[in-house]
């Protein structure tokens, strides 16, 4: 889980794993909410221009940081 309340700009372009327990998705946070952290999942590999592209409003208790060991 992630607290969306300790998130700051530094967290932007940082790596996330999306586990709801049934599927994992890996994707860059691009912005954040009262509610909802916005990753970007998919971008055609285009991973230099994230920001571009479309975050999807993402429960934050089905987020961790990647540590780079999925």
């Known amino acids: 889980m ?3 309340k300790k998130l700051t ?3 932007i372009g ?3 794993i999306y586990n709801p327990g049934y599927k994992k998705e890996k994707g860059k946070i691009k912005s954040w909410n009262d509610t909802f ?3 970007v999942y998919k971008c055609a ?3 230099n221009n994230f920001i571009d592209y479309t975050g999807c409003a993402t429960n934050p208790k089905d987020l961790r940081f990647d540590d780079g060991k999925n």
């Open 37 to 39: 952290i916005f990753v």
């Open 14 to 16: 940082k790596w996330v």
């Open 9 to 11: 700009n530094n967290d």
């Open 2 to 4: 992630i607290n969306i």
């Open 45 to 47: 590999d285009d991973w």
